[in-house]
């Protein structure tokens, strides 16, 4: 029951006291991401697709780091700063899971870390 830290340097770094994802017993924990751009490190525009297709990017960098595919997500928690995004949002996410969805969760929050329009976190098992 060995627990393993998973950084890859296609996702952006953690902002705060935290790892990107930490693998233990066959299940992949993946924090919540925002729309960075690993390689230029900045945010992308205040786009809601944009955005979403980011973060997913990102989610799905942290997954081959660690061996996963998005067909072994399993639950994932969407957080939006404003509903109205919900419909554009579901559009990009329908492109990442397309079949076998996993369970998911949304929440409209007040703010999100430097100024995200969405952030969205992931669990994933062999």
Do not use: W
């Not at 955005?51 to 997913?56: E, G, I, P």
Request: aromatic share 8%; glycine share 6%.
């Amino acid at each position: 029951m060995m627990k393993q830290i998973i950084h890859t340097k296609n996702a952006p770094a953690a902002v705060g006291p935290y790892s990107q994802a930490v693998e233990i017993n066959g299940m992949l924990f993946i924090s919540g991401q925002v729309p960075v751009n690993p390689i230029s490190g900045k945010m992308v525009d205040a786009d809601i697709s944009k955005q979403s297709t980011q973060v997913l990017e990102n989610i799905g960098a942290i997954l081959e780091q660690a061996g996963y595919t998005y067909a072994q997500v399993v639950k994932t928690t969407c957080l939006l700063t404003d509903m109205a995004n919900f419909k554009a949002m579901n559009d990009v996410y329908a492109s990442f899971f397309k079949i076998e969805q996993p369970a998911r969760a949304a929440f409209a929050v007040k703010e999100l870390p430097l100024g995200a329009l969405i952030e969205i976190e992931a669990i994933a098992v062999k």
